[in-house]
């Protein structure tokens, strides 16, 4: 079979060399580099030369009708709530670099469950490189979580994961702009055993991934790019190593600037659409390839009435080792009431599939997950650095070809103090 991803990466090269050629010797000032000044500039904490953001959450805090999801045949209720800080630093090591660093410890509360109690540690630590018409990036990420782990199995398991990324970017034009990245991770999964599955075995794995963007950005309002990807998945132990694979994807992608002034734009947010082919190691398996992409939009319809939608379609590893990998959809939208500019009431609808897409051993076919959710919420503005949220959910899942129907609901709310950038203030692909 001829390998995808060469024709991949040869449409990507020759558009931008063309695009590149046509426009090299422009001149414009990076709107990365001003981004991260702004971020340090703009931070409520100053101690000498060092920029901080704080935050400190209270959230999930409520009733559950079932912990588990109804994944267990006895339902699990509990009163539970997760708590605890964040900080990002920002420290100048010279005019045109700047260290970034992250920092989340969450605690999990149940009153009844006490085995689910669990602390979080999460850090992520980069360093910006900024110039007039290139940028770099390069960190160094651990996370040590325990969570839900997927539509396949809805239990608390804990992921351990260590992480690399680079990044380079140059904006050849005030249009356009290319960029480089290389990401890869080491997966480590704590619990061991779950119904006589090998949690570590199945699931212990390395991946690497390395993308190419091409950015044209033809007015203020939005801009348009192309994604070529490679990738590679690598599991550690010997007996699931029939599971390594290869991925070859394209997308393109459109984004909606946010307005700079007070003003909103009529339309918020980002739609990525692609194509994803998986190369499987293993001759025993078939390949599988198929449609992907996410998005997000929110369009405003008035000042006080806004649309929101969103869709998400990706492959996933499976827990089970017969079954590899499965296709995971899910779409949604709701609507937001802005009531006053303290007070926000909204109602969100979701509906998810999780389906095996291609042929396993002879004889096996994999079930399909389906997932109907149901939520509102009141947003409430208590003063500039306190924000509570008060919510509630419907959740039905529903195991095909069995017709086993599994329902939980959540009453509760969040509760959040001050406010930091976010985990990654430069997310791919919005770069320019």
């Known amino acids: 079979m001829k390998n995808p991803g060469t024709k991949v990466g040869s449409i990507l090269f020759i558009a931008i060399f063309l695009l590149a050629a046509a426009d090299s010797f422009a001149q414009s000032g990076n709107w990365l580099?001003?981004?991260?000044?702004?971020?340090?500039?703009?931070a409520p904490w100053k101690l000498g030369s060092i920029r901080a953001y704080r935050q400190f959450t209270l959230g999930n805090a409520g009733y559950d009708s079932d912990i588990y999801y109804g994944y267990y045949d006895t339902h699990y209720p509990d009163v539970s709530f997760n708590a605890g800080p964040a900080f990002q630093w920002f420290a100048p090591l010279s005019k045109l670099i700047i260290f970034d660093s992250y920092q989340s410890l969450q605690g999990a509360f149940y009153f009844k469950n006490d085995r689910e109690r669990a602390f979080d540690f999460v850090t992520r630590n980069q360093v910006h490189?900024?110039?007039?018409k290139f940028y770099g990036k390069t960190g160094i990420n651990y996370s040590n979580v325990r969570q839900r782990f997927s539509p396949e199995l809805l239990i608390h398991i804990r992921q351990e994961e260590i992480s690399w990324d680079g990044l380079f970017l140059w904006q050849f034009?005030?249009?356009?702009?290319?960029?480089?990245?290389?990401?890869?991770?080491?997966?480590n999964y704590r619990q061991s055993d779950y119904q006589e599955i090998n949690l570590k075995q199945e699931l212990n794995r390395n991946e690497y991934f390395a993308d190419a963007f091409l950015y044209f950005q033809p007015g203020a309002s939005f801009r348009l790019y192309l994604n070529g990807q490679v990738g590679l998945y690598d599991f550690q132990y010997r007996e699931s190593q029939f599971k390594n694979s290869r991925t070859y994807a394209a997308y393109g992608g459109l984004e909606f600037i946010p307005a700079s002034g007070p003003m909103r734009r009529a339309f918020q947010g980002s739609l990525n659409l692609g194509y994803m082919y998986l190369?499987?190691?293993s001759r025993d398996f078939k390949d599988a390839s198929g449609v992907v992409g996410n998005g997000n939009v929110l369009i405003n319809l008035s000042h006080w009435l806004s649309l929101q939608a969103y869709y998400s379609r990706d492959f996933s590893v499976s827990v089970y080792s017969s079954l590899?990998?499965?296709?995971?959809?899910?779409?949604?939208?709701?609507?937001?009431f802005t009531l006053s500019k303290r007070v926000t009431l909204g109602n969100n609808f979701a509906q998810g599939l999780s389906k095996y897409p291609f042929s396993q051993e002879e004889g096996l076919t994999g079930p399909e997950y389906r997932f109907t959710t149901v939520m509102a919420n009141l947003g409430i503005r208590l003063s500039r650095d306190w924000n509570l949220n008060i919510f509630g959910t419907l959740n039905?899942?529903?195991s095909l070809p069995e017709e086993r129907k599994l329902k939980r609901y959540?009453?509760?709310f969040n509760l959040i103090f001050g406010s930091i950038p976010g985990e990654n203030i430069l997310p791919i692909p919005s770069l320019l």
């Open 396 to 398: 039905q899942r529903k």
């Open 173 to 187: 034009s005030r249009s356009g702009a290319v960029a480089w990245q290389i990401r890869g991770a080491k997966l």
């Open 33 to 42: 580099a001003n981004n991260v000044l702004s971020l340090f500039q703009d």
């Open 410 to 412: 959540f009453i509760g």
């Open 129 to 132: 490189f900024l110039s007039k």
């Open 324 to 336: 590899l990998h499965y296709l995971q959809t899910t779409y949604g939208g709701g609507l937001r």
């Open 279 to 281: 190369d499987i190691k």
